[in-house]
């Protein structure tokens, strides 16, 4: 089923505007607030296996998408639509955080950001090279976590005085037991199969404050996709975020020892919660030297991240002056020390 929202006032496709917050008319410059627009009432649930072919209710052309989309535009006519059906029951996001940068003001942080680099190439760094730039919303889960760390160690303390010609040692041992209980809230990671996990961790944090409860007006103008990954199958990655900080953590905790000698560490993580999460993101696709390059940006606070070209002169000359000052520094110093330094 196609949801498109249609302008009270004029009949025109309305979509999400990110500058203001709301569900706007292109046409009439009609704006409604999503909270209180009228939305379809759907309770099927989506089959896996059903069809992915739609048709567009402005123009009748035929949309047929990738099984993971939720929210796309039609080919012909440009109108957004968002599968409804793709998005009830199990596949009901929880959350979402709408974007608050529009497709402008991304293009203009994305020029902005290329100029930073002084490692890239000059002609990367005009930043107008720009093939495509795509608004999507990126499954994410979040998790509610409960974290404890049972704990045995042996920790000393050693102190040295002299007496006379004579340097003592004395060491102290101390058991040292710890049991501790932490909690971290709304631990991301991405469930899209597509998108680049690594890529994605970068474009964090992102304001939580700013969670909406979901409602399908947020996806129109946008591409969304669905999750691909459960909560469960992504769990051991987000362990993997959380266990290093509460190890971290744990050494806080045993301090002012000379040494610290662990028997025993255990640590624990369960969820407690967890919140299927849609994330804005702009995808920029860069053109430079016949390659494609891919960047992300946060479309919530427009960090952008990815792995921009570097240029071989400019590495090589930052070497040069690097050291060329080294040399003089060296140079000055024998001279002050009265030495020659060939």
Same mark, same amino acid.
């Given at each position: ?82 599968? #409804? ?6 596949? #009901? ?12 003001? #991304? ?7 290329? /100029? ?190 990815? /792995? ?35």
């Amino acid at each position: 089923m196609i949801v498109q929202y249609k302008c009270p006032n004029c009949g025109s496709d309305m979509a999400f505007d990110a500058e203001s917050g709301h569900l706007s008319c292109p046409n009439c410059g009609r704006q409604d607030e999503i909270e209180s627009f009228p939305e379809e009432n759907i309770l099927r649930k989506l089959d896996p296996e059903e069809a992915k072919e739609y048709h567009c209710e402005n123009c009748g052309a035929v949309i047929v998408t990738e099984s993971e989309t939720t929210a796309t535009h039609c080919s012909f006519c440009g109108a957004p639509v968002v599968l #409804a059906d793709r998005l009830t029951g199990d596949l #009901a996001p929880a959350k979402v955080i709408p974007f608050t940068i529009s497709r402008e003001e #991304a293009e203009a942080a994305f020029r902005k950001w290329t /100029k930073n680099g002084r490692l890239t190439p000059t002609g990367f760094m005009s930043g107008n090279r720009i093939k495509k730039m795509t608004g999507m919303y990126v499954p994410f889960w979040l998790y509610d976590i409960d974290g404890t760390a049972d704990v045995a160690a042996i920790a000393t303390r050693v102190r040295s005085y002299t007496t006379g010609d004579t340097i003592y040692t004395e060491t102290d041992f101390y058991d040292v037991y710890r049991e501790i209980d932490l909690s971290y809230l709304k631990v991301p990671a991405d469930a899209s199969e597509k998108m680049d996990d690594e890529l994605m961790d970068k474009l964090e944090p992102y304001d939580y404050t700013e969670l909406k409860d979901f409602r399908m007006p947020y996806l129109a103008g946008y591409l969304a996709e669905k999750y691909d990954f459960d909560d469960e199958s992504l769990f051991s990655r987000v362990e993997s975020k959380i266990v290093p900080y509460i190890d971290s953590y744990i050494g806080t905790t045993i301090s002012g020892y000379s040494t610290v000698s662990y028997k025993n560490k255990q640590i624990h993580t369960n969820k407690s919660r967890v919140y299927y999460t849609l994330f804005p993101v702009w995808m920029v696709y860069y053109d430079f030297e016949n390659k494609e390059h891919t960047f992300a940006m946060n479309g919530q606070t427009g960090k952008v991240v990815g /792995k921009p070209p570097i240029s071989g002169m400019k590495v090589f000359a930052w070497f040069a002056v690097i050291a060329g000052a080294t040399f003089a520094v060296l140079k000055g110093i024998a001279y002050a020390m009265g030495g020659v330094l060939w």
